[in-house]
């Protein structure tokens, strides 16, 4: 019975009991204990197999949930943008450290190098965060860094510029796709004064 009921739920887990009792079955010395969980029984491994799968399935279920502040939807705020620009300038602010690093104490490059590898700048406040807890004077140098380059982008950055190049890339995106798309009468070559000439 219980075989049944688990082929429903896990073909692999209703195989392996099947063997278990025909090896039962043929003959074979059966050792038992009151510590050891008989073979009517599911084993602890198999168990614990079955829950993590429909904990996984569960898992997946809640990743596609739909969050409001991933979308388009910039109706009051722009703080994902906001967000998308700290962690820029981390990462920025990082790459610049670790060149200056490299030029000036070898040791601690190689030290931040390693921390680079295993963590992710582009996550900005979590980053700063873990290295501050680690090195307060790299993770202070790279937080002045990120504001120093964020000041100097603020000097440069024309924003009539920036828009005028969404705008115009846009347009030429547009352009291509429409090139794509349209059907372009063919020409007949042989037909015509092509063929005239030819007598």
Same mark, same amino acid.
């Given at each position: 019975?219980?075989?049944?009921?688990?082929?429903?739920?896990?073909?692999?887990?209703?195989?392996?009991?099947?063997?278990?009792?025909?090896?039962?079955?043929?003959?074979?010395?059966?050792?038992?204990?009151?510590?050891?969980?008989?073979?009517?029984?599911?084993?602890?491994?198999?168990?614990?197999?079955?829950?993590?799968?429909?904990?996984?399935?569960?898992?997946?279920?809640?990743?596609?949930?739909?969050?409001?502040?991933?979308?388009?939807?910039?109706?009051?705020?722009?703080?994902?943008?906001?967000?998308?620009?700290?962690?820029?300038?981390?990462?920025?602010?990082?790459?610049?450290?670790?060149?200056?690093?490299?030029?000036?104490?070898?040791?601690?490059?190689?030290?931040?190098?390693?921390?680079?590898?295993?963590?992710?700048?582009?996550?900005?406040?979590?980053?700063?965060?873990?290295?501050? @807890? /680690?090195?307060?004077?790299?993770?202070?140098?790279? !937080?002045?860094? =990120? *504001?120093?380059?964020?000041?100097? #982008?603020?000097?440069?950055?024309?924003?009539?510029?920036?828009? @005028? /190049?969404?705008?115009?890339?846009?347009?030429?995106? !547009?352009?291509? =796709? *429409?090139?794509?798309?349209?059907? #372009?009468?063919?020409?007949?070559?042989?037909?015509?004064?092509?063929?005239?000439?030819?007598?």
């Amino acid at each position: 019975m219980m075989i049944q009921a688990l082929s429903i739920s896990s073909p692999s887990l209703a195989a392996s009991l099947r063997r278990r009792e025909a090896a039962s079955r043929k003959g074979l010395a059966k050792l038992s204990s009151p510590f050891l969980w008989t073979d009517s029984r599911i084993s602890a491994r198999m168990l614990w197999q079955i829950v993590n799968r429909l904990s996984r399935r569960q898992m997946r279920v809640r990743k596609m949930e739909i969050v409001d502040e991933l979308g388009g939807q910039y109706e009051h705020t722009f703080n994902d943008v906001k967000l998308q620009i700290r962690n820029y300038f981390t990462f920025k602010a990082v790459r610049t450290v670790l060149h200056q690093l490299y030029e000036m104490n070898p040791s601690e490059y190689t030290w931040f190098y390693n921390y680079i590898a295993t963590n992710r700048p582009g996550e900005g406040k979590r980053f700063l965060q873990a290295l501050a @807890k /680690e090195r307060q004077v790299l993770a202070e140098r790279v !937080m002045v860094t =990120r *504001l120093h380059l964020y000041a100097k #982008w603020i000097k440069i950055c024309d924003h009539e510029k920036i828009y @005028k /190049e969404i705008s115009d890339e846009n347009l030429e995106l !547009m352009r291509e =796709r *429409l090139m794509e798309t349209v059907i #372009w009468p063919v020409d007949d070559v042989g037909s015509g004064s092509d063929s005239d000439s030819y007598e």
